[in-house]
């Protein structure tokens, strides 16, 4: 997988830290409106910051951990008001064999969010990856892999109606030029699978919002032009696509996506809600104190870009620590992704967040 990152933010960046400044020399901040003062951004929780602003702030979550690490457990019931499953609602765990489903750690972190009182994104339903063995190694009719993904559609999101607030419904579908992936459903089914899914998905429960998610949307040019025109065409025929999920993995060796807040706004006019879902800043290792500074920027300005935004209903970071990063292992010599180190130690990253919460004018819930 190619992913965007950032570089060359230096304006942006100054006015940043300009802001940064004023919040920490004031502590506590009061809402543009002049409400009542939000938490103390050198104290608080991202969560307890978020509150004020309607956007929720989430992460993934690896269910092993917060099964075995009380410290990585407690890390996600205070800091964050949502959750995204990281594996253990894909195909691959829910359905290791056909028509043997096993929710039972899709369960336990849908159990844990309702005690913590969070919400649930749940990620996905459909995806050209982590597909189970039966269902790559036989040749299907068509007719055949349509029934295979309505009844998996609908097994899933049936299992936990009106438990999950957001459904990534359709995971990563384009490819860099705008065409779409030459994916098993593309090759069997044909375009439409995508305009089905959405339709079994909000069959299966109506009131969750209904996300297309994909990797380099942040950036105006053909891949986010064609996830653009899908989603027009889409609901322009009554299909059931409610959100857009920006996964914002990004890089401090790439250039920043300058046009990020534009592009947000584009969709957001289409009506419907806009989202930072995967998001993650990768350094190349080992980290010097330029990078780390880069990193902050970058989490900074994509927290902006979402705040600014009325469509930005929430954002969510790829994992917290770098303890159970995924980015080592996909790409190699680059790591320290997280907010946390692998010892939870808050990175400038998290402070950084902190900050831009605390400035963030006061909003009612987006959704």
């Known amino acids: 997988m190619r992913r965007r990152g950032l570089q060359g933010t230096a304006a942006r960046v100054v006015a940043v830290g300009a802001v940064v400044g004023a919040v920490l020399a004031g502590g506590a901040v009061t809402s543009a409106e002049g409400a009542a003062k939000v938490p103390d951004p050198t104290t608080s929780t991202l969560r307890q910051l978020a509150k004020h602003t309607g956007v929720r702030i989430g992460t993934a979550v690896d269910t092993s951990a917060l099964a075995a690490d009380a410290t990585y457990r407690s890390a996600v019931s205070a800091q964050f008001d949502s959750v995204t499953p990281e594996n253990v609602m894909k195909w691959e765990v829910v359905e290791p064999e056909r028509g043997r489903y096993d929710f039972t750690q899709a369960d336990a972190l849908v159990a844990a969010a309702k005690a913590n009182h969070q919400k649930v994104r749940g990620h996905t339903l459909v995806w050209h990856n982590q597909l189970p063995s039966w269902l790559t190694s036989r040749t299907w009719t068509k007719r055949e892999l349509k029934a295979v993904l309505k009844q998996h559609i609908r097994a899933e999101a049936g299992r936990y109606r009106g438990q999950v607030w957001a459904w990534d419904v359709v995971n990563e579908a384009f490819d860099e030029d705008g065409s779409l992936r030459d994916s098993l459903w593309l090759q069997v089914i044909g ?177």
């Open 191 to 367: 375009p439409e699978y995508i305009e089905d899914a959405f339709r079994w998905a909000h069959q299966a429960d109506p009131k969750a919002l209904l996300f297309y998610n994909d990797y380099n949307l942040e950036s105006i040019g053909p891949k986010s032009d064609a996830a653009y025109a899908l989603v027009k065409k889409l609901r322009a025929k009554g299909v059931p696509v409610q959100g857009v999920g920006f996964q914002a993995h990004l890089s401090t060796q790439y250039p920043f996506p300058e046009d990020l807040a534009a592009n947000l706004r584009r969709f957001g006019r289409l009506g419907v809600k806009t989202a930072m879902t995967e998001a993650d800043v990768r350094i190349t290792l080992p980290a010097d104190p330029a990078e780390v500074n880069a990193q902050s920027a970058g989490y900074t300005l994509l927290l902006q870009d979402c705040l600014l935004e009325p469509s930005c209903v929430s954002f969510t970071v790829w994992g917290f620590t770098d303890r159970y990063q995924w980015v080592p292992q996909t790409f190699p010599g680059e790591g320290s992704a997280a907010v946390y180190d692998e010892s939870y130690r808050p990175k400038p990253a998290y402070d950084a967040l902190r900050r831009t919460l605390a400035l963030a004018p006061r909003h009612a819930p987006r959704a």
